[in-house]
């Protein structure tokens, strides 16, 4: 089983909706949890991160985090089609923020 | 802040040559990570600073690889005799002691 595991999609959403992507996790003693974006060609920026379970939200995005489930997710609400990129969901590989391991990305189109 | 800083860009080199490249984290950064990408696939941990000593190298770092970062400030990343297999982005990031990482736009390496 992968540590960091995600649907590499694609998923095609429209103009408006909201997409949600999900990530799962191996290790039990994760304590906290990244979303990144990466446009084609370009380099990853964070989004968002949580390290409690339930729900954060930051504008238009909403990470979910159910611990008990090894479950993360991240809700875009009223996508744009400059949401379309990768979104990689990360976990550090200890209790610091230490290495992070990465999923393989879902790709994400949203389209007018 | 003016983002971490990778050069070069873009580097073509032949098979069997010896490369470098190097990052420039923000600044009073005292973490300095390194990971691999290929297409399709997440960022890979390769190794990791704190400061100027080396914490963690992944079991993908071969010896053929080789980083430092002798001052606590910029690092460098060799890779000797390089191989078809070591065409992918390296990207670098770095962060304040058990905060987020914030990546470079990456050093894209092709092997002819």
């Known amino acids: 089983q992968k540590e960091v595991e995600q649907n590499s999609g694609p998923l095609s959403v429209p103009e408006g909706a909201i997409a949600s992507l999900n990530c799962t996790y191996s290790d039990r003693g994760s304590q906290s949890f990244f979303w990144y974006r990466q446009y084609s060609g370009k380099s990853p920026e964070l989004i968002m991160f949580i390290y409690s379970n339930g729900d954060k939200e930051d504008g238009r995005f909403t990470a979910q985090l159910n611990k008990a489930s090894q479950y993360v997710s991240l809700l875009i609400r009223d996508s744009q089609p400059s949401d379309s990129a990768t979104y990689l969901c990360a976990v550090p590989g200890g209790t610091s923020y230490g290495k992070l391991t990465f999923g393989q990305g879902t790709i994400l189109t949203v389209h007018p | 802040d003016t983002g971490v800083s990778q050069n070069p860009r873009h580097k073509i080199t032949k098979r069997g040559q010896n490369v470098t490249f190097r990052c420039d984290p923000i600044s009073e950064h005292n973490r300095l990570y390194w990971y691999r990408q290929t297409l399709g696939q997440g960022p890979e941990f390769l190794t990791y600073f704190q400061n100027e000593a080396q914490l963690e190298k992944s079991r993908l770092l071969s010896d053929r690889f080789s980083a430092e970062r002798p001052k606590g400030s910029f690092s460098t990343l060799e890779i000797q005799r390089t191989e078809q297999g070591d065409s992918a982005m390296y990207l670098c990031?770095?962060?304040?002691?058990?905060?987020?990482?914030?990546f470079g736009d990456g050093t894209r390496l092709s092997i002819l």
């Open positions: 990031a770095s962060s304040p002691l058990n905060q987020p990482q914030h």
